[in-house]
């Protein structure tokens, strides 16, 4: 089965280099390496490779072949998911054998991108950068990863047919959860409610646990991995922020923080709907609903991941996937009884 093409139409090879040449053509005199931006890099890989989509590492591996580029997986990487080197006209490409598939796959893209900012950096005459800060290299990397590996057009078309199920977002695109959520979140961020053209409120905090193995005395807590907050809310939201989050509801004796619901649910295999309450922050106060789901491994008593959605209960979003997916609907004293 033919995946991607290797050639354009005038027969020029798909490689990195030519694609290197290709996006400073399309820059033409405003090209600035110093200015580089990851997701206009992203976008323009993507459409000169013509990727199909999900995206998978066969593709990913026709490209490098063509650049000559060498793929070497390898039991232990020491910290590291992966890196690359040059030496003379050789180049590589290491990977962490005992990482996931979608782990691979971001990191190799990790790695082209790498790749690809080093040659820019070099056929950029007019550049005075010699080196980029290496946070910011790593930052830029994994912004590109994510960006070829999820286009927004993509995704939001995905969305647009299978509505806000992240979880199943993920299974398509072949992603890790945290890639999957910000991606979610930035994708509905630009978007409005159809029929009241007001922006799409959404609250998204993955919490996950440590790798562990079995037999392990003591479970690692669940942390937060990651969260976004969306247009529409009335506050801002920074992550030591979170904690200063409530629930209320006039049947629940106290106020619930974010870290108590998280508790509740830490061994719990139900995904549910939690409707109509009160999130209350600092003197702001809104009727919300929330999603919540889990991931759990085969074998352990403990819930692996969980992801919380808080939107407004007037956004119907959340109200269709429940009933789509057969969610549990509840409201906010299961919580406090932890009656699971």
Same mark, same amino acid.
């Given at each position: 089965m033919i995946i991607m093409q290797n050639s354009s139409q005038n027969g020029e090879t798909k490689n990195i280099d030519n694609f290197c040449n290709y996006v400073l053509t399309a820059y033409k005199?405003?090209?600035?390496?110093?200015?580089?931006?990851?997701?206009?890099?992203?976008?323009?890989?993507?459409?000169?490779?013509?990727?199909?989509?999900?995206?998978?590492?066969?593709?990913?591996?026709?490209?490098?072949?063509?650049?000559?580029?060498?793929?070497?997986?390898?039991?232990?990487?020491?910290?590291?998911?992966?890196?690359? +080197?040059?030496?003379?006209n050789e180049i590589k490409i290491v990977l962490n054998?005992?990482?996931?598939?979608?782990?691979?796959?971001?990191?190799?893209?990790?790695?082209?991108?790498?790749?690809?900012?080093?040659?820019?950096?070099?056929?950029?005459?007019?550049?005075?950068?010699?080196?980029?800060?290496?946070?910011?290299?790593?930052?830029?990397?994994?912004? +590109?990863?994510?960006?070829?590996?999820?286009?927004?057009?993509?995704?939001?078309?995905?969305?647009?047919?299978?509505?806000?199920?992240?979880?199943?977002?993920?299974?398509?695109?072949? !992603?890790?959860?945290?890639?999957?959520?910000?991606?979610?979140n930035?994708?509905?961020?630009? !978007?409005?409610?159809?029929?009241?053209?007001?922006?799409?409120?959404?609250?998204?905090?993955?919490?996950?646990?440590?790798?562990?193995?079995?037999?392990?005395?003591?479970?690692?807590k669940l942390t937060l991995k990651c969260y976004k907050k969306s247009k529409g809310f009335p506050f801002g939201l920074a992550k030591k922020g979170i904690s200063k989050i409530v629930f209320y509801s006039p049947r629940v004796k106290k106020d619930l923080k974010i870290n108590e619901i998280i508790k509740a649910f830490s061994n719990t295999k139900t995904h549910r709907l939690v409707k109509n309450f009160t999130l209350k922050y600092y003197d702001i106060s809104m009727k919300v609903d929330m999603i919540i789901r889990t991931v759990n491994w085969l074998g352990y008593e403990h819930t692996a991941k969980i992801l919380v959605h808080v939107a407004p209960s007037s956004n119907p979003y959340f109200h269709d996937l429940a009933e789509k997916r057969g969610f549990l609907v509840q409201d906010l004293e299961i919580i406090e009884d932890a009656k699971l």
């Open positions: 005199d405003k090209f600035s390496y110093s200015c580089l931006d990851a997701d206009n890099i992203a976008q323009q890989f993507v459409k000169y490779f013509s990727f199909q989509y999900p995206l998978n590492f066969q593709q990913l591996e026709t490209i490098c072949f063509a650049s000559n580029i060498e793929i070497e997986t390898i039991s232990n990487t020491g910290a590291s998911r992966g890196y690359n +080197f040059t030496y003379g054998g005992k990482d996931a598939p979608c782990g691979k796959k971001h990191t190799i893209l990790h790695e082209i991108y790498e790749i690809i900012d080093y040659k820019l950096r070099i056929l950029d005459f007019n550049t005075t950068t010699t080196t980029r800060k290496k946070k910011i290299s790593e930052a830029n990397a994994d912004q +590109f990863a994510a960006s070829v590996c999820m286009p927004d057009d993509v995704v939001f078309d995905w969305i647009s047919i299978n509505g806000f199920d992240v979880f199943g977002l993920r299974e398509y695109f072949d !992603c890790s959860y945290a890639a999957t959520v910000l991606k979610f930035d994708v509905v961020y630009h !978007c409005t409610d159809r029929n009241t053209q007001q922006p799409i409120s959404i609250i998204s905090l993955l919490y996950e646990r440590p790798y562990w193995r079995k037999g392990r005395k003591k479970t690692p």
